[in-house]
Antibody, heavy 123, light 109 residues
Framework: QLQLQETGPGLVKPSETLSLTCTVSGGSISSSSYYWGWIRQPPGKGLDWIGS???????YYNPSLKSRVTTSVDTSKNQFSLKLSSVTAADTAVYYCARHDTYGGDLGGFGYWGQGTLVTVSS | QSALTQPASVSGSPGQSITISCTGTSSDVGGYNYVSWYQQHPGKAPKLMIY???NRPSGVSNRFSGSKSANTASLTISGLQAEDEADYYC?????????FGTGTKVTVL
């Protein structure tokens, strides 16, 4: 059974960079059928897609966050990572990593999710 | 990036059927058959209920069904049960991106 687990600091100071890693177990991150994504959910609000990465390093980003987002993949560790720079209180959210289908580069549904990790931006 | 539009809340009695709409544009919902639906209980991660408009993942009850007409996708829950009370989100592919809906709270009366 595929499992995803987010790890990283739960508290980040304003203007600093948020960094999270997602470790995949029970399957290979190098599968050609999937992209690996990040989604966040501010407290009491809806889901917001941040970006997704392929095992080759190909990326898609939410246009509204693109200037602050960097994602990377480490196939040797079966992990992928998120960096969000210049954070503010508005970036406080539960951050999820997830796997989604891809059809020749088009993005399908997120079939597997991590449990999520709350990141609070505060001084 | 605008979210897809969903009703804020939908309610129904046990055993009834309810339908949740997800309205987008010809660039997302209307342009691709990559609409998905997620169920989220409080404090839990979302769970995929429908993918590619109308397909159910293994293990999802056949009480859940999806469809699409033009720029609007729909999720129907038949035989409503207490455990169906949750938040529901749609999502759609839009060129080189993915977009979520605003979310719908389903209440079982």
């Amino acid at each position: 059974q595929l499992q995803l687990q987010e790890t990283g600091p739960g508290l980040v100071k304003p203007s600093e960079t948020l960094s999270l890693t997602c470790t995949v177990s029970g399957g290979s991150i190098s599968s050609s059928s999937y992209y690996w994504g990040w989604i966040r959910q501010p407290p009491g609000k809806g889901l917001d897609w941040i970006g997704s990465i392929y095992f080759s390093g190909s990326t898609y980003y939410n246009p509204s966050l693109k200037s602050r987002v960097t994602t990377s993949v480490d196939t040797s560790k079966n992990q992928f990572s998120l960096k969000l720079s210049s954070v503010t209180a508005a970036d406080t959210a539960v951050y999820y990593c997830a796997r989604h289908d891809t059809y020749g580069g088009d993005l399908g549904g997120f079939g597997y999710w991590g449990q999520g990790t709350l990141v609070t931006v505060s001084s | 990036q605008s979210a897809l539009t969903q009703p804020a809340s939908v309610s129904g009695s046990p055993g009834q059927s309810i339908t949740i709409s997800c309205t987008g544009t010809s660039s997302d919902v209307g342009g691709y058959n990559y609409v998905s639906w997620y169920q989220q209980h409080p404090g839990k991660a979302p769970k995929l209920m429908i993918y590619d408009v109308s397909n159910r993942p293994s293990g999802v009850s056949n009480r859940f069904s999806g469809s699409k007409s033009a720029n609007t996708a729909s999720l129907t829950i038949s035989g409503l049960q207490a455990e169906d009370e949750a938040d529901y989100y749609c999502s759609s592919y839009i060129f080189s991106s993915t977009r979520f809906g605003t979310g719908t709270k389903v209440t079982v009366l």
